[in-house]
Structure formats: structure tokens, C-alpha cells
């Protein structure tokens, strides 16, 4: 069931008015077998694989607590993490492992299970460095892998946050609540608007690499920076507001990201629950930065060789995250006395680039796409004239409508700067009934006008 479809506008209420109905005590229940409803009904058969996690992530913390012995709690522990990640491979891996296998076979991937995965696997994590005990309650734990708002693509929970929540249900709060419905109504802006509109051109520019040359790459390459943040940005949104609506707070995933001003700023504003996840389970183990250089710059890039790795089975998303490792290490190289460089403009417009960069790797299709579009960019670029004329004859559109693609864009990033600085949900809030009512009104209509129709609704990061 995708957050922007009929079925969830008619699921959403219904949940909502019996969660709050019901007595306190059976409201876990409500929503369990609401997100297993919700996970179902996109196949019958992924509830298997989730209950399989769930169940086995929960036996195998409880038996770390019951141990007897240091090495028998880590004996546990590695056997939890094989068992996890048997799904994952099996699943999302077993192309890359086993090229041979049928198709039929290699493209089964059930929706979510990268996240809900490594959400076990830090729980299990957690428990194993008794940061906190073992869940003893069945019911709870469930509800903590399975909450549907964030099941398909996180932000990724953390035991310590997410657990107490459930033992210790608010009550209900209007204004809470309504926060998280002016929230969800961003998130469908940046889904719906933004990139429904830009993801046509996208798709046409890196779907047919070898039917264009020159600007049109670039152009292309800058609509897919702001189409895959406003897709799953937007999905974060929809899913931090939905579990408002429950009295449940879910982590940030993103601020503002394109903002930064370095690559290291970069992420920690982009997929954040992710990114602390690997400094948290990957990085910091590995040694983090409390070694010599040399080791410091390995652990960066086998953290982000891992989570490239962890996006797709392909060179591609590896060379990606290689990518983000070695700017990384550059900017540490480069930058570590000289932090006051790192502010202004021209150090956020070089992060910006370098990070579109390392999305031509992330969006290609193939390798030999990527080269392609990397290598012809600036062909033609001697004759100016005629680069920007090919580019526009490239991108079939009028002027009016670039103008019409702008436009939301231009909205976007005016809110994410502001974002910067103050909550502009709750500031809009806090004016008088006769500006924010109208401003209210004025966006609703905004996401009316601009939505695009006929264009594919499935979020971005589902594939992953």
C-alpha cells in the first residue's frame, strides 16, 4: 500500500479513529495487525519474511540475556547477525553471488526489508553492548519492527527510542497531531509536485543515454538531485507526520541536506537515521577517527563502500558510496585546520556538485551509461550558442513550462532555507487565523494545481 494511493486515504482514518477509541491496553494490538494489513496487502507473502525477522531477532536478544558467559553472548550475537542478513543476501544479493540463477529467482525483493533488517540487527546490536535490556514483550517488539508509517523505508528506529513508546502511549494531542498533518502535506508536495515533475525528464535523459549529448546530461543530472530528495524526503515526511498522528515520534531524516557545506555537514543532513546507523554499528567499530590517518581514512571508505553496497548489488552504487568515502577523506586532508573555509556559498555550491556528481553512478542504469553521460557533458560546450540550443531541444519543453517546473522547485527551496533556521510548520502555526488559514489553503491548491497525473507513484528508495 503506497502513502500516496486512495487505498491509504481511506486505511489512514480508519486506524486513526479506532487507535484513539479503543482502550489503551489493546492499542498495540490495533496497530500491529494494521501494519501487517498494510505490509500484506503488497504481498500476502513478504509478512512471512517479516515475521521470520521478528520473531528470530527477538529470540536471539533474549538469549544474550539469558547467557551465562561472555562468549557465549557473542556467539549469539554473530549467529543473529548471519541470520539476518541470510534474507537480505538471499533476496537482494544472490545476482551479484550467483549470476546464474533464473530471473525469476533473482528479482523476488521483498519492499523494505534493507530497512527493517538493519533495524533488527541494531537492536540486536544494542542489546549485545547492554545499552539496553532485551524486550521481554512479545507484542511491543513486534509493533517496534513492523509500525507501518515506517516500515518500507525507514527512518530506521532505534530500541532505545521506539520500545518506551509503546509501554508508555500519550495521550491524545490535537496540536500534535495536527503538526504531523502539515507535515504529511509537505511530503506529498515534494512527492506529488516536485518529483512527479521532474521525473519524467529524468527518466528520459538516463533511460536513453546514447539518444542525447552535452548539457541536457547535466541538466538531467541536477533534476535527479532534487527528485530523489524530494522523493524520499517526502516519504520521510508522510511517515514522521502519520506517526504523529499515533502520538509516536519518529527520528529526522532530513535537514535541509543540499544547504551543507561539506560532505561530511552532507550527511549528517541526508538519511540521517541511516548514516548514524553506519557511524553507530559500522564506523565507530571499526576504529572511527580514534586511530592514525591512514586507518582513519580506510574506516570512512569501507563505511561508505558498505552502504553503497548496501543500495544495490552493482558497481555502480559501490563506485557511489567509493565516491563519497573519498570526499570524505579529502575534506578531512584538506580541511582539518582550516574549518572557516569550509562556510559560504562556494563551499555549499562545491558540496552540491560533488555530490551530483556521485549521483550519475547512483541513477545510471550501467556503468557504460555513466561513462557516457560523463564523458559528453560538456561536448559542443565550444560553441556556446548552440550547447544551450541543443539542451533546450533536448529538454521539449516551452518556456512556459520550465517556468511551470521552476516554480515548485524555487517554493522547495525557499522552505528548506528557512528550515535552516526556525520550524516553518510550527512558526506558520503560531500567526493569526486570517494568515495561516489562507496560507494553508494556498498550498493545498498548490499541490492540486502542480501534482502530476500519470506518473509513476512508487517512491524511489522502495527498490532499495
Not at 540521517?272 to 586511530?291: A, M, Q
Amino acid at each position: 500500500m503506497l502513502f500516496n494511493s486512495m487505498a491509504f486515504a481511506i486505511f489512514l482514518p480508519i486506524v486513526f479513529i479506532l487507535y484513539w477509541s479503543v482502550p489503551v491496553r489493546y492499542r498495540y494490538l490495533l496497530l500491529i495487525a494494521a501494519s501487517y494489513y498494510f505490509y500484506m496487502s503488497m504481498d500476502i507473502k513478504y509478512a512471512v519474511l517479516l515475521l521470520f525477522t521478528t520473531a528470530s531477532s527477538y529470540a536471539l536478544a533474549l538469549c544474550m540475556e539469558y547467557s551465562g558467559s561472555t562468549q557465549l553472548r557473542k556467539t549469539i550475537f554473530v549467529t543473529g547477525i548471519a541470520v539476518l542478513l541470510t534474507p537480505l543476501f538471499l533476496f537482494k544479493y544472490s545476482h551479484m553471488l550467483f549470476p546464474t540463477l533464473p530471473a525469476t529467482i533473482q528479482f523476488m525483493l521483498p519492499v523494505g526489508i534493507s530497512f527493517y533488517t538493519f533495524q533488527t540487527l541494531g537492536y540486536l546490536a544494542d542489546v549485545y553492548l547492554k545499552k539496553y535490556p532485551a524486550e521481554r514483550h512479545f507484542g511491543y517488539y513486534c509493533l517496534f519492527v513492523s509500525f507501518f508509517p515506517q516500515l518500507l523505508s525507514g527512518p530506521i528506529g532505534r530500541g532505545g527510542s521506539l520500545l518506551p513508546q509503546w509501554k508508555n502511549p500519550r495521550p491524545f494531542d490535537p496540536s500534535r497531531a495536527s503538526y504531523g498533518l502539515k507535515l504529511m502535506a509537505v511530503g506529498y508536495y515534494k512527492k506529488l509536485v516536485v518529483a512527479a515533475l521532474l521525473a519524467p525528464t529524468v527518466d528520459a535523459v538516463y533511460d536513453n543515454t546514447d539518444s542525447y549529448i552535452g548539457l541536457i546530461y547535466i541538466l538531467a543530472t541536477f533534476l535527479f538531485a532534487i527528485q530523489i530528495y524530494c522523493d524520499f524526503s517526502g516519504y520521510t515526511d508522510i511517515a514522521i507526520g502519520c506517526a504523529m498522528l499515533f502520538g509516536i515520534t519518529l527520528a529526522d531524516n532530513f535537514k535541509s541536506p543540499y544547504f551543507s557545506h561539506g560532505i561530511k555537514e552532507f550527511w549528517s543532513r541526508w538519511h540521517i537515521s541511516l548514516s548514524t546507523w553506519f557511524r553507530d554499528y559500522i564506523y565507530i567499530p571499526l576504529g572511527g577517527s580514534h586511530c592514525g590517518r591512514f586507518r582513519h581514512a580506510l574506516n570512512l571508505m569501507l563505511t561508505f563502500l558498505i552502504s553503497g553496497l548496501w543500495h544495490g548489488a552493482g558497481i555502480t552504487y559501490i563506485i557511489w558510496g567509493g565516491l563519497h568515502g573519498l570526499y570524505q577523506i579529502l575534506e578531512n586532508s584538506f580541511f582539518r585546520r582550516k574549518e572557516k573555509n569550509k562556510s559560504g556559498m562556494a563551499a555549499a555550491l562545491i558540496t552540491f556538485l560533488a555530490v551530483c556528481f556521485a549521483w550519475i553512478f547512483f541513477r545510471a542504469n550501467n556503468l557504460t551509461d555513466a561513462w557516457r553521460i560523463i564523458s559528453n557533458s560538456f561536448s559542443g560546450i565550444t560553441d556556446l550558442e548552440q550547447y544551450l540550443k541543443t539542451a533546450v531541444i533536448c529538454l521539449d519543453m516551452t518556456y512556459g513550462h520550465m517556468a511551470y517546473i521552476g516554480i515548485p522547485i524555487l517554493l522547495l527551496a525557499v522552505y528548506d532555507y528557512a528550515s535552516l533556521k526556525t520550524d516553518v510548520i510550527a512558526y506558520i502555526s503560531s500567526r493569526k487565523i486570517w494568515i495561516r488559514y489562507p496560507a494553508y489553503i494556498l498550498f493545498l491548491l498548490l499541490i492540486l494545481l502542480f501534482s502530476e497525473k500519470g506518473v509513476s507513484t512508487e517512491f524511489y528508495y522502495f527498490q532499495f
